[in-house]
Every structure is written in C-alpha cells, then in structure tokens.
C-alpha cells in the first residue's frame, strides 16, 4: 500500500522512536526537578530538542514554547491575544482557507463579542495582501493567516503579510503546521510574524506535541498574552503542565532531521509529485482538473479532482492499494470549506482528493498510479 496521507500525518522516523524509548524507560525524569540527575537529564534532552527547533525555524531557542500540537498553539494564540489585548480592540482577521483549529477558535470569540474578518482567497487558497490592508483597522489586534494550506499546499505571501502588519503595529500569527520541515522558515528575517504554531508529527515526529514560537523583544522579553493553561509554571509560565518529554524529544529528533535534509527532501518531493501529474495527465486527460497549482506551494501536495467520480468512493476503492483522502482529517466529514472559499462548486468539492507525499516516498512507487 502506497501511503499517501502526509498531510494528514506522518510515520515516525526509526532514528525519532530510538531517542523517544529512551524517555519512555530508563530516562523518565521531570525536568522540573532539579537536584539529581534524572531531572537533569531530562532537562537537559528539552534543552537540546528546543535547540533543533529553533535551528529549523530559525529563531531563538527561548522563543520556542512546547505543546501538545498545533491545535493547542493556535487556540493559545487567538484566545490568549484576544483576553490580554481586548482593551486595545475586538478585532481579528482570518482567512477562509484557514484549518479548523483557526476557524472554530475565531468561531468560539464571535460569541465572546470579538468581530472576525475572514479574508476571501483566491482559486489556489491564497489571501491578496491588499485585501489585507483594506480590512485593517484602529481595532485590529491580531491576524492569523497561515503559511501553507494542508488541503491544497499553497503557500501565501508571508513576506508580504508580515510587512504589511508590522506596518500596522499589529500581531501577525501565522499557522506553519504544514510547512515546517518542507520549505525554508526564516523567522528571524520576518520579523513581522509576532506568532508561529507548528507540530512534529507532519514531519515524522511523534503526535500529540507542538510548538508555538513567540517573538521576543531586544531585551529577550517575549511578547505577552493570557495563558491557555494555569499551573505549575512550566515554559515560563506561557504553558503550564509537565513537560511531555518523550514527545519532544522526538519532536527535537525530527526537527534535526529535516533541517538537515531540507533541500534533498524538497527535490525528492517536486520529483513525487511531477511524476503524479506525469501519470494522472496521461491516464485521465480531460477528466481531471487539478485544484492545486504548480508553484508557489508547499511540494509533494497535490488536490485533483476526479470529474464525475465521487471522492469518497474512490477513496474506499483505492484503499487496498493507495491510502488518501479528501483533505482535512481534521474536519472529513464536513465538504471542505477551504475548496469551497477557492470558490468550487459542492459536486467539484465531493470529487477531488488530496494526494501528499513523504520525502521517504520512492520515485518507483509512484508507478503504482499507472494501474489504476
Ligand atoms: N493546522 C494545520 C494547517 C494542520 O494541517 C493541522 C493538522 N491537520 C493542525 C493545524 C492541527 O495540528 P495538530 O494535529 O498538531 O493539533
């Protein structure tokens, strides 16, 4: 079977499980205790696990707060701006392409009174940065536009976006679960990204831990909101609760590794995916329309639409010998609202199916399309 969900989720690399056993048994310290060396090990391993985050990202290591996911860091992010700044403005600007750990937390501040503007995407899910000037306002506090878009793979103009709120004086959150370890994050050069979530398990880490990367000021202070979590103070006091340290060693592991192979990988991914497109242009002609673009996206990720075929089954069809899906895992029940905002019908939306590679996929794998 060709796996071919990655967006979805990724298989833990055997270098990543290794590291992680290791905390599984013998090292099972709390990091908190500090007085024997258990704890110090423990310590020790969160030291360097944040160490190669921060190396990928490209930010500094106290920027780097650890969490259970990206769903955490994103809610932390909007709810936590939110209740701190509300004395500032009501604000806050989306996109409508946003994953649903975005949409249902700006869903959840509408009825807390925040007023939300969801910015219109183009047919590929990317936001214009002019729209994004025209809907800023006196009361904007935050906005939250991710990096990559996990059903189509395109990626926005974070340069662009970025500038445009630093000109503003106002936080820009930006969502890089899907493109971290896949193209080249240069935090330290955008400083206008105020926020960034991301998770280890799109590239081979463990599930159920991420990361949210705070800027910090010139004095090392980083930029202050209301904590999701109260407690025992962990991560200065941004993220309470005991440090999941098998988790993020094996979030630091993996973060080592595709900062090393970021490059390789990124060619590995282009070919993937170039020689997809090869087969499905031979085989279906005309009978497919590819939702995804060519460029300006994050490589390895292609959404097609199956004319006149229904996606879902298809899907069940093709799971004995090539696993995919419809787009979000995270919300498959529902047609996807990010197709939808790229402005397809519902019958183009049932048909299309997301296909996203790993950069351990091999080139001959791909051939299995051409039995279909
Ligand atoms: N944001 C995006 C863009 C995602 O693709 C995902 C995972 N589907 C998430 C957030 C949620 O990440 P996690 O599973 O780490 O909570």
Known sequence: ?????????????????????????????????????????????????RTHLSKLLNSKEQEIIFT?????????VLKGVA???THKGKHIITSKAEHSAIM????????????????????????????????????TILVS??????????????????????????????????ALGKVEINWDELDGISFLSCSAHKMHGPKGVGALAIRSDQYGKLIP?????????????????TYSVHNIVGFGEAARIAKKNL?????????????????????????IAYNSDTKDKLPGVVNVQFIGLNNEVLLKKLAPII????????????????????????????????????PYSELSEVEIFNEL
């Open 104 to 139: 249902d937390v700006c869903e959840h501040l509408e009825t807390k009174g925040y007023e939300v503007t969801y910015l219109d995407v183009d047919q590929y899910g990317r936001v214009n940065p002019d729209d994004l000037k025209e809907v800023m306002r006196e009361d």
């Open 1 to 49: 079977m060709l796996y071919l969900d990655n967006s979805a989720t990724t298989p833990i690399l055997p270098e990543v499980k290794d590291k992680m056993l290791t905390y599984l048994s013998n090292e099972y310290g709390n990091p908190s205790g500090k007085y024997y060396q258990l704890a110090v090990n423990a310590d020790q391993a969160i030291k360097e696990s």
């Open 83 to 85: 209740d701190y700044y």
């Open 145 to 178: 536009i991710m990096w990559g878009n996990n059903e189509l793979g395109s990626l926005n103009d974070i340069e662009a976006i970025s500038s445009i709120c630093k000109e503003h004086n106002v936080f820009f959150h930006t969502d890089a679960t899907q």
């Open 323 to 358: 696993a995919a899906s419809t787009g979000s895992a995270c919300s498959s029940a529902k047609p996807s609202h990010v197709l939808q905002a790229t402005g397809l019908d519902l019958k183009a939306v049932r048909e299309s199916i997301r296909f996203s590679f790993s």
């Open 68 to 76: 259970s996911g990206a769903t955490e860091s994103n809610n932390m």
């Open 263 to 287: 490059d390789k990988n990124r060619k590995q991914l282009n070919k993937l995916e170039l020689r997809l497109r090869e087969i499905l242009n031979e085989k279906f002609h005309d009978n």
């Open 225 to 241: 909101f209301t904590p999701l979590f109260h407690g025992g103070g962990q991560e200065d006091g941004i993220r309470s609760g």
